[in-house]
């Protein structure tokens, strides 16, 4: 049996995720920050709080699994710099602790809300 890290499954898509790989017969392991909701979480996961500042933390969490699937991300932030150190900063780390792991797979999952908002809904571009 594969055992599978998720990042983000506090959110709608992580959650859904982890509860299908669950029953699927996955060992699922949920990664959620210190002091999220875990309301969209099925009690039969795991659950690991973590810092994702810590990387002894992260590195630990990994050891010994299979696959990671990132799906957390920042949809709103007041500032730019927010959303570089989740969406990019956070990302590049992971990548490379994976390189350094047991990981043997790494699964990006981004969502809509990275392309933000239309200017325009029926061509995308800016009404002059």
Same mark, same amino acid.
């Given at each position: 049996?594969?055992?599978? @890290?998720? =990042? %983000? =499954? #506090? %959110?709608? @898509? %992580?959650?859904?995720?982890?509860?299908? !790989? !669950?029953?699927? %017969?996955?060992? @699922?392991t949920c990664l959620v920050r210190t002091g999220s909701s875990v309301d !969209?979480?099925? #009690?039969?996961l795991n659950i690991c709080y973590i810092d994702y500042n810590k990387l002894e933390e992260i590195k630990s969490v990994l050891q010994g699994k299979d696959i990671l699937i990132h799906a957390a991300a920042l949809t709103r932030a007041q500032r730019w710099e927010s959303f570089q150190k989740v969406n990019i900063d956070l990302t590049e780390t992971l990548l490379i602790i994976c390189n350094e792991s047991s990981i043997k797979q790494f699964i990006f999952i981004s969502s809509q809300a990275a392309a933000g908002s239309a200017l325009n809904e029926h061509t995308g571009k800016k009404e002059e």
């Open positions: 049996m594969e055992k599978i @890290v998720i =990042t %983000g =499954t #506090n %959110g709608f @898509v %992580g959650s859904a995720l982890a509860i299908k !790989l !669950l029953k699927s %017969g996955y060992e @699922v !969209l979480i099925d #009690n039969k």
